[in-house]
């Protein structure tokens, strides 16, 4: 099993970033797939969710508007798009697979946003 993201890397205040990440290993398409964040010395937090079934996805409160996450359960991709991207928004992002008691986890991939 893998999860690889990628597209991190150093941005601006108001720019975008696509992360993507590449799942291998396990049927995608079963699996509910979140993206989650981790800031230095805080605690990992989910950002958004999008179900193995159905249209509902999810965000936490301070990415509403400005992220958007979607998957491809052809090529077995998460992504997450973000937009009007802000300092507060520097971390180290992980996408999350899960299926009843298999949860599965990236090596996550560093988002800086600054000046």
């Known amino acids: 099993v893998q999860l690889v993201e990628s597209g991190g890397g150093l941005v601006q205040p108001g720019g975008s970033l696509r992360l993507s990440c590449a799942a291998s290993?396990?049927?995608?398409?079963?699996?509910?797939m979140k993206w989650y964040r981790q800031a230095p010395g805080k605690e990992r937090r989910l950002v958004a969710g999008?179900?193995?079934?159905?249209?509902?996805?999810t965000y936490t409160d301070s990415v509403k508007g400005r992220f958007s996450i979607s998957r491809d359960n052809v090529k077995n991709i998460l992504y997450l798009q973000m937009d009007s991207l802000k300092p507060e928004d520097t971390a180290t992002y992980y996408c999350?697979?899960?299926?009843?008691?298999?949860?599965?986890w990236g090596q996550g991939t560093q988002v800086t946003v600054s000046s």
């Open positions: 290993g396990f049927t995608f398409s079963r699996f509910d």
């Open positions: 999008i179900p193995s079934v159905g249209v509902r996805r």
């Open positions: 999350n697979a899960v299926y009843g008691s298999l949860n599965y």
